[in-house]
């Protein structure tokens, strides 16, 4: 079946070190999006991509970076420079390169810093 | 600033049914959507209006008045299995989408 994958689930991470959070997806769909999700508030854009080997900073793009190297894929790297990145983190795809289509989403990854 | 608006927590019983507000203030409108999300989970779509008026879909419905920046979930004939959170989405004049902090529903038997 046509999703999106992303791995690991949970992960936990000691400061000052950075992590690389994996999205997959086989909906062969062109736009992908990343999303930080925290108790009490909305999603918040982080990047988001429309065409391979191009991303756009979203709005909270600092302390991360992206790359999309094939339509399938958009991994996610937390650094150090993140200053609270314990946070519930998902990525998403979508048909069209703006935001009025369906947005489809993977399970998630809870980081956690330790 | 742009801004959604939900209520934070609803509580409703069992076969009852509830309606979940969302207001909005954006620079522009290209859409209202709504999703659904378990706890720990992703979230799912649930309906999406551009229009005003109400669009059905089985036990969910969704209302729109543009002129309002007013939306409304509505679900019926509650189920266990409907206790999530209602998330607002609102896609603005830029095509960026500005989400609500979301609605926690809890059923009750």
């Known amino acids: 079946d046509g999703g999106i994958t992303q791995s690991p689930k949970y992960l936990f991470r000691k400061e000052g070190q950075n992590v690389t959070l994996s999205c997959e997806q086989n909906l062969n769909h062109d736009a992908m999006y990343w999303y930080r999700q925290d108790p009490g508030q909305g999603l918040r854009l982080i990047y988001y991509?429309?065409?391979?080997?191009?991303?756009q900073k979203g709005d909270i793009a600092e302390g991360y970076s992206v790359s999309r190297e094939k339509k399938e894929s958009f991994p996610l790297t937390v650094t150090s420079a993140q200053k609270n990145p314990t946070a519930f983190y998902l990525c998403?795809?979508?048909?069209?390169?703006?935001?009025?289509?369906?947005?489809?989403f993977g399970e998630g990854s809870r980081l956690t810093v330790l | 600033g742009q801004n959604i608006d939900q209520p934070t927590e609803m509580t409703a019983t069992e076969g009852a049914i509830v309606q979940i507000n969302c207001t909005y203030q954006t620079s522009g409108f290209n859409g209202l959507f709504w999703y659904q999300q378990h706890a720990g989970e992703a979230p799912t779509f649930l309906s999406y209006?551009?229009l005003d008026g109400l669009e059905e879909k089985g036990r969910f419905s969704s209302f729109l008045s543009r002129s309002k920046g007013y939306s409304y979930l509505l679900l019926k004939e509650l189920q266990m299995k409907d206790s999530a959170s209602y998330l607002c989405a609102v896609t603005d004049s830029n095509y960026q989408l500005i989400w609500g902090a979301g609605t926690k529903l809890i059923i009750k038997p």
């Open positions: 998403a795809s979508s048909i069209p390169d703006k935001h009025t289509g369906e947005l489809f």
């Open positions: 209006n551009v």
């Open positions: 991509s429309q065409i391979v080997n191009d991303f």
